[in-house]
């Protein structure tokens, strides 16, 4: 990443809160919460605010946790979360 590309970034470094919807449906499926615990940090930063920004619209908001959880229980990761490769140093 270029030095104009750091300057815009955001604070990785901050605190996340991860919304309780989201933390409860991983507390019911065991197996996709272990896998995903196992993901890379920015993986897992990118696929949570992807789905909490919609948190207004319920239907986005469970059909994209619904996704995640089904992969994460497949220990899938899906997306362009980390840029091909250029967001992996973060």
């Given at each position: 990443m270029t030095d104009s590309g750091r300057e815009v970034c955001p604070d990785f470094s901050a605190e996340f809160v991860v919304d309780s919807d989201i933390v409860a449906a991983f507390e019911l499926n065991p197996v996709a919460r272990a896998n995903f615990s196992t993901f890379h940090p920015l993986y897992r930063r990118v696929r949570i605010d992807t789905i909490q920004i919609n948190k207004a619209n319920q239907e986005i908001f469970y059909s994209r946790l619904e996704k995640l959880i089904?992969?994460?229980?497949?220990?899938?990761?899906?997306?362009?979360?980390?840029?091909?490769?250029?967001?992996?140093?973060?």
């Open positions: 089904d992969a994460s229980e497949r220990g899938e990761m899906f997306g362009d979360w980390n840029d091909n490769g250029r967001l992996l140093d973060y």
